[in-house]
């Protein structure tokens, strides 16, 4: 910097003393002053453009003669289309939207010789500090900058679709102006059809789930020369930083994917089968709603009756045991504009990998399935008979329930005592010693819609795998007991060994026994011989005193009514 300052008279320091004393140079041409410039230049701008900007006008003494902001207004005005005093149009061109200059014009270049009324004297140098906010062109149209796109996009909006997005809305120098995070809630509309402001409607399309993009549109494709009356001010560029989450159309159906079908599939679901499956639901975003994996209990419905939504009534139709499928259901065919509340958002489009567990129709019965049988197979098992079989009994899905083997010995049952579930008393019916059958029995035959606690889930469909090991054939039905041989005479005085004209309990079971022992009777087996001894008793005693009187005693032969003798 050059000093003023006395001193010797040297040459130098005559030059610069009359430079200092010099009156000062007109201003040829003007001069700018960049007091802030943006880190990145979003636009600058050309001639032709249109510019929103804020300034104050000054004199060079600092006096104020007119300011954009006193008026609550940007001025807002084509560059280079001499709608601006020339210095003002030459200094606007190049400048970056946020950039901040300090611009110096010369009358020449401003209001020259004639000056502006009562406002700006003739010949007069003017300052203007200037911000940029906005500028666009009339021939712009929208702008996308895509910054995120998923790996799996199977599907871009288009016209008619229903979308669901997050945005935030800033204007081209970042001042925000809407944002639906602050609001929690998505914006939700149809694309395509007049439903946004235009820019908006071109900017969506081809937009896939996950993309995020950055679209800047001109006013004559967002909201024009008015604004929208409040935060957006008129002639103003728009920027929205959109994410789509969610799309479908009205059209829509639902849709299955990553199938994985078991090798062996006998069966598949039909309308009225009651299934019971597993599942994981989210959004089409990927948002966790639900999931009956958390809960440790399949989620258990009749299908194709109207006790799920629609799109889950469908896509479980024609699936297998131990299937894996993904269903996708529009809000159309799940819960509709209303959603659920806070798990599910009205209009969203639902997502559920599911595992079918087993199924079962109300109409199922014990389904057997033969698949050893000795080559000889003279007696085979009735009601009544007693029998000692092993067992290994599942889920459909594989999960073990129980085993005979596990305890070391066998099951012993008597067909037709309700000893063992319906099912499995269908199933062990006319088989042969050595015979292996596969059960496969169905809820309403087994334990029903509570299951076994810790065992057996509610409404499980049951698989066994049995072996018949022995057979102690039973009594005719209605029978106690039964005499090898013809029944002996005088019965009643046999019993009644103290000649007291009755028979005690005692007695009774006495006789019984003995007849048991010497192989000349024999009792119904499986049970306990002393509870059917005194169930017997109990027949005879037909008035109830403690005791049997030959008036009371009658053999089976005689009476219909009765199960003893």
């Given at each position: ?20 004393n ?5 201003l ?176 969506l399309?081809?937009?896939?789930v ?7 549109m ?14 957006i ?11 789509l ?39 089409l ?65 639902l ?134 041989e ?46 059917i ?33």
């Open positions: 910097m050059i000093k003023c300052a006395l001193g010797m008279l040297s040459l130098s320091l005559l030059v610069t003393f009359a430079a200092c010099a009156p000062p140079v007109p040829e041409d003007i001069l700018i002053e960049k007091t802030f410039v943006p880190e990145q230049c979003v636009r600058a701008v050309k001639v032709g453009d249109f510019v929103r900007y804020h300034y104050i006008g000054t004199f060079p003494d600092g006096k104020k003669f007119d300011s954009s902001y006193d008026r609550g207004s940007t001025y807002n005005v084509f560059v280079g289309k001499k709608q601006l005093i020339e210095g003002m149009d030459k200094a606007l061109v190049g400048m970056c939207v946020n950039e901040r200059s300090l611009i110096k014009i010369p009358p020449h270049l401003a209001y020259g010789s004639k000056g502006y009324g009562d406002i700006i004297p003739a010949d007069s140098i003017l300052h203007f500090d200037v911000l940029l906010l906005d500028v666009w062109n009339p021939e712009d149209g929208v702008q996308i900058n895509t910054y995120y796109t998923p790996s799996n996009c199977s599907r871009k909006v288009e016209v008619s679709d229903f979308v669901r997005y997050h945005y935030n809305g800033t204007l081209l120098d970042g001042t925000l102006f809407d944002s639906s995070h602050t609001r929690m809630r998505t914006y939700d509309t149809y694309v395509g059809i007049g439903w946004l402001i235009a820019g908006m409607d071109q900017g399309l081809g937009m896939c996950g993309e995020r993009r950055i679209i800047t001109p006013p004559s494709l967002g909201y024009g020369e008015n604004g929208d009356g409040s935060d001010p008129g002639q103003a560029s728009l920027v929205f930083d959109v994410v989450l969610d799309l479908h159309n009205p059209r829509d159906g639902i849709t299955i994917t990553n199938q994985i079908v078991p090798e062996s599939c006998t069966r598949k679901t039909v309308a009225g089968d009651f299934v019971r499956y597993h599942y994981n639901g989210s959004l975003d990927g948002t966790f709603f639900d999931s009956s994996y958390s809960r440790n209990h399949t989620y258990d419905t009749y299908v194709g009756r109207g006790y799920v939504i629609a799109g889950m009534d469908e896509g479980l139709i024609g699936v297998c045991i131990g299937e894996r499928r993904t269903i996708t259901i529009p809000p159309h065919l799940a819960y509709g504009e209303e959603g659920t509340g806070s798990k599910i958002p009205g209009s969203a489009v997502v559920f990998d599911i595992h079918m567990i087993d199924f079962h129709n109300p109409s199922d019965n014990t389904e057997i399935t033969v698949t050893y049988k000795p080559a000889e197979c003279d007696k085979q098992t009735k009601k009544g008979d007693f029998i000692k079989y092993h067992y290994n009994g599942t889920l459909l899905d594989g999960t073990p329930v129980d085993s005979t083997y596990s305890y070391g010995k066998t099951y012993n049952v008597v067909l037709g005592a309700n000893q063992v579930v319906p099912g499995m008393e269908d199933g062990l019916i006319d088989m042969c010693v050595g015979e292996i059958r596969r059960l496969i029995i169905p809820p309403h035959l087994a334990y029903g819609e509570r299951g076994v606690t810790d065992q057996v889930p509610g409404s499980a469909v049951l698989l066994f795998d049995v072996e018949l090991v022995e057979i102690e054939e039973g009594l005719p039905e209605g029978y106690m007991f039964i005499w090898n013809e029944v002996p005479p005088g019965l009643f005085a046999k019993m009644d060994r103290d000649n007291s004209g009755s028979v005690e309990p005692s007695e009774f079971t006495d006789y019984i026994m003995q007849q048991v022992n010497d192989g000349k009777g024999r009792l119904a087996p499986g049970f306990d011989p002393y509870r001894i005194d169930n017997m008793f109990s027949n005879q005693d037909r008035n109830g005193d403690g005791k049997i009187t030959e008036e009371e005693f009658k053999l089976k032969a005689d009476e219909t009514n009765h199960d003893e003798l």
